[in-house]
């Protein structure tokens, strides 16, 4: 059971919006920034979004982020093929004195 | 170019020990805080470990807590975890990264290093 809920999967079709959730508490998400990896299996995880809602150098702006309260949630605009991969949500807890990630959610492209 | 390159894994029986390195490139190593992440087979992305710049603070996910050391070597511009007591449930690729600062996040990770405990 991960301390940050993610529905376990999405899916859409090429050109779609796809949003993905992700719930904490007032000890993570409530009082700390939110990040966002992309991770193919097999490889590297990859930085999508960071401090609720920047993106490094080099992601499209397709993907976006934000951050209300207990949860945040990352947006994928204009759906391609290669965005199919696992994606999580990840903050520190100041009760846990941890880095919590969310379950993770599979994003398929139909 | 940051690079970040693990070393160390491989199969050890349960309740044995294990020592993981990640040597890191292209920055200093000295001035970031770096962290442990795993992935096992089947599961998600588990923060491990995170320590410091100078190595005064380390945190570790409760489930290594006293099992688990991380360690830095700033002149080698090196990252380690010493793990302890093995189990079946440590069995997981594990990731080398820059960052893990309360306010931070993880832009650089390693290839990953397998860590298979086994009879």
């Known amino acids: 059971q991960s301390v940050l809920t993610q529905p376990p999967s999405a899916s859409g079709t090429p050109g779609q919006r796809v949003t993905i959730s992700c719930s904490g508490s007032?000890?993570?998400?409530?009082?700390?920034?939110v990040n966002w990896y992309q991770h193919f299996p097999g490889t590297a995880p990859k930085l999508l979004i960071y401090?609720?809602?920047q993106r490094p150098s080099g992601v499209p702006d397709r993907f976006s982020g934000s951050k209300s309260g207990t949860s945040a949630s990352l947006a994928i605009g204009g759906l391609q093929s290669e965005d199919e991969a696992d994606y999580y949500c990840?903050?520190?807890?100041?009760?846990?004195?941890?880095?919590?990630f969310g379950g993770g959610t599979k994003l398929t492209v139909l | 170019e940051v690079q970040l390159v693990e070393s160390g894994g491989g199969l050890v029986q349960p309740g044995g020990s294990l020592r993981l390195s990640c040597a890191g490139y292209g920055f200093t190593l000295s001035t970031y805080w770096m962290s442990w992440v795993r992935q096992a087979p089947g599961k998600g992305l588990e923060w491990v470990a995170n320590?410091?710049?100078?190595?005064?603070?380390?945190y570790y996910v409760d489930s290594v807590k006293g099992r688990f050391t991380i360690s830095r070597d700033n002149a080698d511009n090196s990252l380690y975890l010493q793990m302890n007591s093995l189990g079946v449930d440590d069995t997981a690729v594990y990731y080398c990264?820059?960052?893990?600062?309360?306010?931070?996040?993880?832009?650089?990770w390693g290839q990953g290093t397998l860590v298979t405990v086994s009879s």
């Open positions: 401090t609720n809602n």
């Open positions: 990264a820059r960052g893990g600062a309360r306010s931070g996040y993880f832009l650089y």
């Open positions: 007032s000890s993570n998400i409530g009082s700390n920034t």
């Open positions: 990840a903050a520190w807890d100041d009760s846990l004195k941890a880095w919590v």
């Open positions: 320590i410091k710049p100078d190595g005064s603070e380390r």
